[in-house]
C-alpha cells in the first residue's frame, strides 16, 4: 500500500500509531552488515582494553605508557561509537526512529566522535612515535609521559566539543504522518533522527570536519611515521646498530604498520568524505534506490576502521604483545602458588586432626585400663572373680599392659610418619619440584 502523507494540521487531534516497516530486501543485508560489524566492533575494542589496561599500571613495560592510554582512549571512543550503532540498527529494522530527542543528540554526537577522535588519536600515536625516537631526551620523556598525555586528550576533547555545536543546534526527531484515518481519528507516524542545519553552517561544518579530520591527520601520520625510518637509517650509518641488523628489522617494522595504517585510513574515509562533497551529483546520475543502499555502505566503512585501528596498534606492536604475555605468565605462577600453598595448608590440618583423634582415642583406652585394674569387686562375687582372673591368668592372651603398649606404639609410629612427612612436605626444593610440574 503507498503511504500518503498528511500535513500536522490535519490530524492535530489524533490518536498517533508507530508505523514499523517490514524488514525485507535491501534492508536485511544492510541490517545484517551493521549488525555484524557492531558485534566485531564490541568483541575487538573489549579485547584490546583487556591487554592494554592492565599494562598502564606496570611498571615494566617498555612500551611509552602515553601510547597505552592513546590507544585505550581509543578503545573507549569506539565502544561510545558502537552503543551509538545499536541505535541506528533498530532504527534499520524497525524502519522508524523509536527512541526520545535526546537519544538522537547523543546518537549523533557519537557518530560525530567517530569523525573526530579516531583520527585525532592516530595521529598522536604516530606524533608520539616520531618524538621517542627521533628527538631529544627531554622530547622524549615529555611524549611517553602520562599527565601530558592526559592533557592532549581532553584539550582535543574540548575543541571537538566546541566544533561539534551545530549538532548540538540543529539535532532533532523529524515526524511523518501517514494514511490519516478521519473516521477513526489515528494517523501512522514514522519518526527519524536528522541533522538538519541551514545549508551555509553544513557546508561549513563538513569542510571544517573533512580539514581537520581527514587531510590534517593524514599528512601528520604519514610525515611522522616515515620520518622514524629516515632517521634510523642516518642513526645506522654512524654507529653500530647496522651490523646487528636491528636498525633494518625496525624500519621494515615502522614502515609495514604506515602502509597498513594509510591504506585502512584512506580505504574507510575517502568514499565517505568523497560521497559527503559528492551526493547532489550522484542524485542526478542514480536511482534513488540505489543511492541509498550506496550511501549505507559508504557509512559503515567509518564503523569498520573502529575495529582496524586498535587492531592495528595493539597487534602490530610487539612490545605490547610481550609485556602481555609476560603478565599473564606471571598470574598463572602466582595464581599456581595459592592454590599450593592452600593444598598444602589442607593436608597439614588433616594431618593435625588425624594426630588429634589419635590421641584423644589413647587416651580413653588408657582411662579405661586404670579403672578396670583398680575397680573394687563386691563381696558376693568374689568367687567369681578369682575364678575369672585364674582363667584369664591361664589363657594364652595377651595382658591389658601389653595391649596398650602396642597401641602406643603404634600411634608414635604413625606420629613419626606424620613428621617425616611434614618435613618432606616444608623442604623448599620440594616446592619447587611442585610448581615446575
Not at 122 to 131: E, F
Request: proline share 4%.
Amino acid at each position: 500500500m503507498q503511504a500518503t502523507f498528511t500535513e500536522l494540521e490535519d490530524v492535530q487531534n489524533y490518536s498517533q500509531i508507530y508505523h514499523y516497516l517490514p524488514l525485507q530486501g535491501y534492508r536485511v543485508y544492510v541490517a545484517v552488515s551493521y549488525i555484524i560489524f557492531n558485534v566485531i566492533g564490541f568483541v575487538v575494542n573489549s579485547w584490546v582494553l583487556y591487554v592494554i589496561f592492565p599494562l598502564i599500571f606496570t611498571q615494566s613495560v617498555k612500551v611509552p605508557k602515553s601510547i597505552l592510554f592513546y590507544i585505550m582512549t581509543l578503545c573507549f571512543s569506539d565502544l561510545f561509537i558502537m552503543i551509538g550503532m545499536v541505535f541506528l540498527v533498530s532504527d534499520f529494522i524497525l524502519g522508524t526512529w523509536i527512541f526520545s530527542e535526546k537519544a538522537c543528540t547523543t546518537y549523533l554526537i557519537f557518530d560525530s566522535l567517530n569523525k573526530f577522535m579516531a583520527p585525532i588519536i592516530a595521529l598522536l600515536i604516530s606524533r608520539t612515535c616520531y618524538a621517542t625516537v627521533c628527538l631529544n631526551k627531554k622530547y622524549q620523556e615529555k611524549a611517553a609521559n602520562l599527565k601530558f598525555a592526559l592533557l592532549q586528550i581532553l584539550l582535543c576533547f574540548v575543541l571537538v566539543m566546541i566544533v561539534l555545536w551545530p549538532v548540538f543546534a540543529y539535532t532533532g526527531v523529524v515526524t511523518f504522518y501517514l494514511n490519516a484515518n478521519h473516521t477513526a481519528k489515528s494517523v501512522l507516524i514514522m519518526r527519524k533522527c536528522s541533522f538538519q542545519p541551514p545549508p551555509t553552517i553544513e557546508t561549513g561544518f563538513n569542510i571544517v570536519a573533512c580539514i581537520a579530520n581527514y587531510a590534517i591527520p593524514l599528512g601528520g601520520i604519514l610525515y611522522w611515521y616515515m620520518s622514524v625510518p629516515f632517521f634510523l637509517r642516518r642513526r645506522a650509518e654512524t654507529t653500530l646498530v647496522k651490523k646487528s641488523g636491528i636498525s633494518e628489522t625496525a624500519i621494515k617494522k615502522i614502515i609495514s604498520t604506515a602502509l597498513v595504517l594509510t591504506f585502512v585510513y584512506v580505504l574507510c574515509w575517502s568514499p565517505y568524505w568523497i560521497f559527503l562533497f559528492a551526493h547532489r551529483k550522484l542524485n542526478t546520475n542514480l536511482s534513488q534506490r540505489t543511492l541509498v543502499i550506496f550511501s549505507y555502505f559508504i557509512h559503515l566503512l567509518p564503523y569498520i576502521s573502529c575495529s582496524a585501528y586498535p587492531m592495528i596498534f595493539t597487534l602490530m606492536n610487539r612490545a605490547i604483545q610481550h609485556a602481555h604475555a609476560q603478565m599473564i605468565r606471571s598470574h598463572r605462577r602466582r595464581i599456581k602458588s595459592i592454590t599450593d600453598d592452600a593444598a598444602r595448608q589442607f593436608r597439614q590440618s588433616l594431618r593435625y586432626f588425624e594426630r588429634t583423634r589419635i590421641f584423644s582415642r589413647n587416651a580413653t583406652s588408657i582411662s579405661q585400663n586404670s579403672v578396670e585394674r583398680y575397680a573394687v569387686p563386691s563381696t558376693s562375687t568374689t568367687t567369681n572373680i578369682n575364678a575369672s582372673v585364674t582363667a584369664s591368668l591361664m589363657s594364652p592372651t595377651p595382658s591389658l599392659d601389653s595391649e596398650t603398649e602396642q597401641e602406643n606404639q603404634k600411634s608414635e609410629k604413625e606420629e613419626s610418619l606424620c613428621l617425616r612427612e611434614e618435613n618432606f612436605n616444608d623442604d623448599p626444593q620440594n616446592e619447587v619440584s611442585e610448581v615446575s610440574l
